[in-house]
């Protein structure tokens, strides 16, 4: 489903999905105190966090790269309250 770094993520339909609309924006989709996951290599009993924070962004990816930017107008409007017979 992700694309991988600078390549668009294609859900059904072919509409844009909500992970390149993160990606194009903040350009990572998950930083920690400003420094890309990248250069978060810690030593010592630290070390295991990198490894969890990389986990995080993953699963976010996956669920930000199946929903498309569709979905949002299609459960905006499922919101909406109806006008009809209002009085």
Same mark, same amino acid.
């Given at each position: ?14 509409? @844009? ?11 990572? +989709? @998950? ?42 107008? +299609? ?8 006008? @009809?017979?209002?009085?």
């Amino acid at each position: 489903m992700d694309g991988g770094p600078g390549l668009p993520v294609v859900v059904a339909g072919g509409d @844009i999905a909500r992970l390149d609309v993160v990606r194009a924006v903040a350009g990572e +989709l @998950i930083t920690l105190r400003g420094e890309s996951l990248d250069g978060l290599d810690r030593p010592g009993p630290a070390a295991g966090l990198s490894g969890a924070w990389r986990r995080v962004e993953s699963d976010a990816a996956a669920v930000l790269g199946g929903l498309s930017l569709a979905s949002l107008l +299609l459960s905006d409007a499922r919101e909406q309250p109806s006008a @009809i017979g209002a009085a």
